[in-house]
């Protein structure tokens, strides 16, 4: 069974850091395109960070500068570094991953909670 677990999350004071990661368990995703993603209270989920198996690297526009979105192949794992964090960050961050373009597999998800 394949399985992404989000960890991470907390509540953490604007300007400051959190670093999320995304375990996957079942398969490997080290050739396929993960991404971090979040929707915050009302909200549609949105995109955040994508990167492909090639290694490609997208930015949602308000977290460019301030994000980084990168991978470990030996530990099947993906991460989001997140420095400079504004109230606005706050959302469920959710972990997902492709495989063969049309299988789509998300995580449950972590809170992060930007607050002072």
């Known amino acids: 069974q394949v399985k992404l677990t989000e960890s991470g999350g907390d509540l953490v004071q604007p300007g400051g850091s959190l670093r999320l990661s995304c375990v996957a368990s079942?398969?490997?995703?080290?050739?396929?395109?993960m991404g971090w993603y979040r929707q915050a209270p009302g909200k549609q989920r949105e995109y955040v960070a994508t990167?492909?198996?090639?290694?490609?690297?997208n930015y949602a526009d308000d977290v460019k500068g301030r994000f980084t979105i990168s991978r470990d192949h030996a530990k099947n794992t993906l991460y989001l570094q997140m420095n400079s964090v504004k109230p606005s960050d706050t959302a469920v961050y959710y972990c997902?991953?492709?495989?063969?373009?049309?299988?789509?597999?998300w995580g449950q998800g972590t809170q992060v909670t930007v607050s002072s």
């Open positions: 990167m492909t198996g090639a290694g490609s690297i």
């Open positions: 079942g398969r490997r995703f080290n050739n396929n395109f």
């Open positions: 997902k991953g492709v495989v063969g373009g049309d299988l789509v597999y």
